[in-house]
């Protein structure tokens, strides 16, 4: 810090200093002088730290899975690297829309695909970076419950369909999965109505030509397509149908993927079909372009940042089986994945997370 004093001032200081520069007056001056001074550099010191370190935005999911990433990420940036946080609720649209213009610093698990031209401009123009990959192991697909291949003898369940390995199985197998509203078929429990895979699953019914066989049932919201699966699995009963991870069903259930063709660009459209197995979809942190000069080492922690499928259905399950919210599931996560999240941050920043959990 500079300051500047007129010269008229200077000669006045020096004489004030010569005339009590013997007595009680010059200490007290002085430890004024002192004290003045120290409290500036001070107060400059905090209001430094407190503009680098003022606030940082992420994007609040709708979904479970994103929501305990942005409070694993909040945790730590707030306790471990000491910088003020805010969670902004939005789908997925308005937070891609809102990263791009700055209006959001984080986004903890964009499905990059869902919102793949957004994301191609926002890279494009420089306002995103994105830091890689969040979890690599997301699915989606057909599936059904383990017992109904191999039984499960501790429950007294014996194999339905031992040799079902692929959906081309399926059509020999219609009678072990039947419709209760037409015997004459099979139930297939497929996507919510509205959602882009509800259309896909339609079409990939039709192209694996399990329509013959098979009765399509669109349950009306993610409850009802989980409680029906969970309420077969309870009572030990088959179920074919359509499901994604990470989720807490498959964090809680044992159940099987069907195999189908690999995926194949030229097959994954309404012409072809959709006749192969869904691709994978990046679940990737990104952020914007203005957070590596703002908070370099956020960023850092944010390359290094990764978990997994398996894990996150674990921790769905812990919240299903507890009641908990996403925080719940933060605090869990950290309590039995230390030696994961401690290779993300500093042992200093560690140290600070592990002494702020409850």
Known sequence: MVILIPSDDTIFLKRRFTMCRKGKLFDRVLALGIGFFVLLFVCGMATSQ???REHIVLGYHGWDSG????NIAKFVIEKGLGYKTELIPADTIVLVTGLRRGDIDIDMEMWVENVQKAYDEGIAEGSIIDLGSDFPDSWQGFLVPTYVIKGDPERGIEPMAPDLKSVFDMPKYWKVFKDPEDPSKGRFYSCIPGWGCEKVNRAKIHAYG???TYNILPPGSDAALSGSMVAAYTKGKPWFGYYWAPTW????????PLEEPPYKKELWNEEAGYACAYPSVSVNIVVHSSLPKRAPDVVEFLKKYETSQAIHNKILAYMQDTGGKAEDGAIWFFKNYESLWTTWVSSEAAAKVKAALP
């Open 249 to 256: 069903p498959l964090g809680k259930l044992d159940m099987t």
């Open 67 to 70: 929501r305990v990433n942005d």
């Open 50 to 52: 407190e503009v680098t």
């Open 210 to 212: 399990l329509d013959k």
